[in-house]
């Protein structure tokens, strides 16, 4: 299996554009996917595939991938979504499945 | 609309074995790779195991291969985790939640069971 790095916690202004990163070898195979977690909650898909977006996530919202490195963009970010922020992909055999250690997204 | 309803989680003294259901609701189950994840109290996400849609191709992570068991019935709609010799690093909220095609990623999930496993 393989591994996803994420950083632990990052910070944006409200209002302001920011990038989580996740970083593994199974991502030059394969596409991440994105999900949010909030306090409590189960966690809600908001990018998978290339930067496809569920129906009803927010524009704001994209994902892009170079490389061993695919990231999650938030455009205009707002209070709602400070949250955890998890990917996943499959791994290097394309058979298991591996999730990042999630990034908490604080929005100031 | 998609529900995916787990049940099933509860208090058990290491050893000991659960099992977990999921019914779903809302959209052809059986068209649908199914999957288990969790989620250890204040810790990130971890896959457990996947399941395709006939039942013919099961995978695991290596940390629960060979005591964790995952089955469907596709005339219930229902997906199940078989869970023995647990340990107390199994601990978590269970999840399960329905695959994406091709793609390894989950678009609905459940609220969660939790397992505890404790003496």
């Known amino acids: 299996s393989s591994e996803l790095t994420q950083d632990p916690a990052v910070s944006v202004a409200l209002g302001q554009t920011v990038r989580i990163t996740c970083q593994g070898d199974?991502?030059?195979?394969?596409?991440a996917s994105w999900y949010q977690q909030k306090p409590g909650q189960a966690p809600v898909l908001v990018i998978y595939?290339?930067?496809n977006r569920p129906s009803g996530i927010p524009d704001r919202f994209s994902g892009s991938s170079s490389g061993n490195t695919a990231s999650l963009t938030i455009t205009g970010a707002q209070a709602e979504d400070e949250a955890d922020y998890y990917c996943?992909?499959?791994?290097?055999?394309?058979?298991?499945?591996?999730f990042g250690g999630g990034t908490k997204l604080t929005v100031l | 609309q998609v529900q995916l309803v787990e049940s099933g989680g509860g208090l058990v003294k290491p050893g000991g074995s659960l099992r977990l259901s999921c019914a779903a609701s809302?959209?052809?189950?059986?068209?649908?790779?199914m999957s288990w994840i969790r989620q250890a109290p204040g810790k990130g996400l971890e896959w457990v195991s996947y399941?395709?849609?006939?039942?013919?191709?099961?995978y695991y992570a290596d940390s629960v291969k060979g005591r964790f068991t995952i089955s469907r019935d596709n005339a219930k709609n229902s997906l199940y985790l078989q869970m023995n010799s647990l340990r107390a690093e199994d601990t978590a909220v269970y999840y399960c939640?329905?695959?994406?095609?091709?793609?390894?990623?989950?678009?609905?999930w459940g609220q969660g069971t939790l397992v505890t496993v404790s003496s």
């Open positions: 939640a329905r695959a994406v095609a091709g793609n390894g990623a989950f678009d609905y």
């Open positions: 809302g959209f052809t189950f059986s068209d649908y790779y």
């Open positions: 399941i395709s849609s006939s039942g013919s191709t099961i």
């Open positions: 199974s991502l030059r195979s394969y596409y």
């Open positions: 595939g290339k930067n």
């Open positions: 996943n992909s499959r791994d290097s055999s394309g058979n298991l499945v591996v």
